[in-house]
Every structure is written in structure tokens, then in C-alpha cells.
């Protein structure tokens, strides 16, 4: 595959990361705006479960069909056009509606884009990594910036509609470019779709997939969250911290991937999470406000690698992965969205220390689960 083949699929990489980016430092400002508390924060990203998944596990099946060209173009228009009406709303029941819309929107984007990812680079776990890394490179940049720009009173909604505009002009730039698996594939089912991570055995790998991705969105609300509402950080400190956490993860997608084909890609994504989950309990457990930001930044380093390599673990290098990665990634979603609904209903039961101590938890779990060698089926066996 060229690099001019790739190059629109890497600034999609980045855009994304951006746009969560920007969430993991906004959340706060988004909570005073819509007046809720921890739990009813909890219950808005909670109802976004549900439009993820569906997303993730029609887009596997829908990217395989039509190809991850017209499919991630489309995608990019409608998340585009979804995170300029959420920006332009001030009535907070449809801001609440029109987020629901914009996260299943990101969703569609966010598995054709692993697809083509991983049809282009899952044979070569290091490539792979070094290509999710844009994701923590838009995201650290995203942070960054919108640290700044609020502490400037800059409002988010004008980050989100300069986010918009890329969006589109990255759905152009998608329309015309030679993306992996971008060509018309097979027609398959959502239901075949979903059974195909049964008949390949990959349900375990499902579940640690969830695991990950449950600890990568906890943190990714919560965290900052947590140094700024209860430790005191400032919002630039704040923001600064979740920085320097993508910073490390960035560096750890781009430089490990030596080591993950080593040590191979199962036991590298779960090392990953077991770091997560140490740094999420030294954060849950500090008193000092920079001993809680070092630990934010060792589970930001431990959920960057699982994503990459388990997919490529459970794809092995195949040219249409779509089944595969939009089982897994619905899987995912469940788990990235539900993390923060999770953490923000233990946080109004007790309080947010517990809730991240959960997360924490939750990821030594996932590195300690057992998983087995996927059994590679051909398409007759769905």
C-alpha cells in the first residue's frame, strides 16, 4: 500500500483523536452547561451506548460491503454536519439528543477507519501502532489546544465547529484516494457480521477488547475531571496532565512496536492494560494533585496499545478484516462509552476515587484473562 493511499486514513486518525481530545478537558465545562451531577453525566454517555455499538457492528459489515472509500467519506460528512449543529445548540434537552447523534456518527467513522487501517497494516503490528499513535497525537494536540483556548474564554463549541470543517474536508479528500479495502467486498449480514467473532473464537478477546476500551473511556472523561473538580488543578494544569498522558501514549504506539512483535501482540495489549490499571489505582489513591497526574499519565500509556494489537491479533493479517474489526470494535464501544456512565454512577453512590479504583480494577482483570489463538474460517464457514 503507498503512502499517498494512507495519507488521507492517518489525517483521519489525528481528526479523531482530536475531537476526544477536546472531550477529555471540555467534559467539566459540558456538565456546568447542561447543570448535572456526576450520576446524570453518567446517564447521558450511558444512552450513547447504545448508537456506538449499533454503529460499530452495522460498519464493519457496511464497510466490508460498499468499501471503506465511499463509506468513510460518508461518515466524515455526517459527524461533520452533527458536530456543527451540536456546537450551534443552546437548549440543553436537544444539545443532549444531537450528542447522542454525533458519537454514533464518530462511530461509523471510527470503525471504517480500523478497518481500513488494519486491511492496510495488521500483518505488521509495528506499522499498525505507529498508526494508531496519530489518534493520541490529535488527541494530546486537542487537549492542548483546548486547554488554552478556555482558559483564554474561548468556548468549545468554536473548537467542535473548526472540528466540523475538517471533517468534511477530510470526507473530500477520502472520496478520491485509493484507501485500503476500499473497493466493493462481499455482502454479509450484521448478524453474520456479529457471529463471525463466535466462529473464529475471538469472544474473550471480545471481552478484554471491552475491558480496555471501558479503562480508555473512563479516563478519558473522568480523569482530567477528577485533578480539576476534586484535586484543584487548574484547568490549563488539568489539561496539561491528560497532555502529557497522550504525549507517553503517543510515544509508546510509536515506539514499541518492536516489542510487541517480541512479545506478541496478545500478551503486549494486555502488559498495556495491566500498566493502566496500576496507574488508575495510584490515581484513585494519591492526595497530591501531581502524584494523581503521573498516574493519569501511566494509564494513558497502558490503554494506547491494546486497541492496535488485539486487532491485529485477531485479524492475522487479512485483507477485508471489516467482519472481524466491527465485531471487535462494537465490542469496544460498549465498553468506551460505558466506562464513563459506569465511573460517574459509583462516583454519586460514593465518590469519583471509587469509580476510577473500578476502572483500575477492571483492567488487571482484563490482563489476567486467558485468551486463545483466533481459528482463521474462510467465508463459507459464517
Known amino acids: ?44 454517555l450511558a444512552a450513547t451506548v447504545f448508537g456506538g455499538v449499533v454503529a460499530n457492528g452495522a460498519g464493519g459489515v457496511i464497510a466490508e460491503r460498499h468499501g471503506t472509500r465511499t463509506v468513510l467519506s460518508v461518515a466524515l460528512v455526517v459527524w461533520g454536519a452533527l458536530l456543527l449543529l451540536l456546537a450551534a445548540t443552546t437548549n440543553r434537552g436537544v444539545f443532549c439528543a444531537v450528542f447522542l447523534l454525533t458519537v454514533s456518527g464518530g462511530g461509523l467513522v471510527d470503525v471504517t477507519m480500523n478497518v481500513a487501517a488494519t486491511a492496510a497494516l495488521g500483518s505488521s503490528p509495528r506499522r499498525l501502532l505507529r498508526m494508531h499513535a496519530l489518534y493520541n497525537g490529535g488527541a494530546l494536540v486537542g487537549a492542548g489546544a483546548s486547554g488554552l483556548l478556555l482558559a ?27 484507501m485500503p479495502a476500499g473497493e466493493r467486498g462481499e455482502h ?45 488543578l487548574a484547568v490549563a494544569a488539568g489539561a496539561g496532565a491528560y497532555v502529557v498522558g497522550q504525549a507517553l501514549a503517543t510515544t509508546a504506539r510509536s515506539t514499541l512496536g518492536w516489542t510487541a512483535e517480541h512479545v506478541g501482540e496478545r500478551r503486549g495489549a494486555q502488559l498495556g ?4 490499571g496500576i496507574g488508575l489505582l495510584i490515581e484513585a489513591t494519591s492526595t497530591s494533585s501531581w502524584l494523581a497526574a503521573a498516574g493519569l499519565g501511566a494509564a494513558a500509556v497502558g490503554a494506547a496499545v491494546y486497541w492496535p494489537l488485539l486487532l491485529a491479533y485477531a485479524s492475522r493479517g487479512g485483507e477485508r478484516p471489516g467482519l472481524v474489526v466491527g465485531g471487535l470494535s462494537a465490542a469496544g464501544y460498549v465498553g468506551f462509552l460505558a466506562g464513563p456512565p459506569v465511573v460517574g454512577w459509583v462516583a454519586q453512590a460514593t465518590d469519583l476515587r471509587w469509580g476510577l479504583a473500578l476502572l483500575g480494577a477492571a483492567s488487571l482483570v482484563g490482563a489476567c484473562l486467558r485468551l486463545r489463538e483466533p481459528v482463521l474460517l474462510g467465508p463459507l464457514d459464517l
Request: with cysteine; net charge neutral.
Open 188 to 232: 454479509h449480514t450484521v448478524r453474520q457480521g456479529l457471529g463471525a467473532l463466535r466462529a473464529e473464537g475471538l469472544g474473550m478477546v471480545a471481552i478484554v477488547f471491552a475491558i480496555g476500551a471501558l479503562v480508555e473511556g473512563g479516563v478519558g472523561t473522568w480523569g482530567v475531571l477528577f485533578l480539576r473538580a476534586h484535586l484543584g
Open 273 to 276: 492494560l495491566a500498566l493502566g
Open 152 to 178: 483564554h474564554d474561548v468556548s468549545y463549541r468554536a473548537i467542535w465547529a473548526g472540528i466540523s470543517a475538517l471533517a468534511v474536508a477530510l470526507a473530500l479528500r477520502c472520496r478520491t484516494a485509493d
Open 1 to 44: 500500500m503507498s503512502d499517498c493511499a494512507v495519507r488521507p486514513l492517518r489525517a483521519t486518525f489525528v481528526a479523531f483523536g482530536f475531537f476526544w481530545g477536546t472531550w477529555a478537558v471540555v467534559a467539566l465545562d459540558v456538565q456546568r452547561f447542561l447543570d448535572f451531577s456526576d450520576a446524570q453525566l453518567g446517564v447521558l
